[in-house]
């Protein structure tokens, strides 16, 4: 036991090492992300630190991967993931992946008019989006598009471009949302019928 924790605490450093010099950030860059000393850092890389959660989680942060990749955990973890639903301004979110950074996945659940009344308010950030719906209407203001999208109906675009959701009628809306980093683009294949998406 006491040889196998040793073998995974010495794996470590060369691991950040490699991961840092593939993202092709310096330790001074880093060092400015995360708050640890230039010197730290390039103890834990070498091995001459032992690497303690309190400098696993900001580099974890700062690289955007769970902390398990950083220890180099076994690849035969349950991949099964246990979300935990949030409740926003009345709408259920359940996100449905574990891995911080990259492709985000989440279901959401949109209760009989919410939206019913609610001045819509686009909103624009960085990144993709990918929708599919899953049951009900959802109401999609895209730019200065205003589009109608039910179940099986699918839509992604640049989140640069001003958008908002919500229930086109009185009933609840589902629907599965991926969002990815600007130029982190969702491909799908999928079926569907062009002139009910430009319904109104």
Do not use: C
């Not at 989680?57 to 769970?66: D, G, I, K, S």
């Not at 008019?113 to 993709?128: F, K, V």
């Not at 982190?184 to 319904?199: G, Q, S, T, W």
């Amino acid at each position: 036991m006491g040889d196998d924790f040793d073998s995974v605490l010495a794996a470590i450093g060369p691991r950040l090492r490699e991961l840092r010099r593939r993202r092709g950030v310096t330790l001074t860059a880093l060092s400015e992300t995360t708050g640890i000393s230039v010197s730290t850092l390039s103890r834990l890389e070498s091995g001459h630190r032992k690497p303690g959660l309190d400098l696993l989680l900001p580099l974890a942060r700062a690289y955007r991967v769970p902390v398990d990749e950083l220890v180099g955990a076994p690849a035969d973890l349950d991949p099964r993931v246990y979300p935990r639903p949030l409740t926003r301004n009345g709408m259920t979110v359940v996100p449905l992946t574990r891995k911080p950074g990259g492709l985000q996945a989440f279901k959401h659940i949109l209760p009989a008019g919410l939206t019913a009344g609610r001045e819509p308010d686009p909103r624009s950030h960085e990144g993709y989006h990918w929708l599919y719906v899953l049951n009900g209407r959802l109401r999609v203001l895209l730019g200065d598009e205003d589009l109608i999208l039910t179940a099986g109906e699918v839509a992604e675009f640049d989140t640069h471009l001003p958008h908002w959701f919500g229930n086109a009628d009185e009933r609840p809306v589902e629907f599965l949302s991926i969002l990815g980093p600007q130029g982190e683009r969702v491909h799908v294949k999928a079926r569907y019928r062009p002139d009910d998406l430009h319904r109104a």
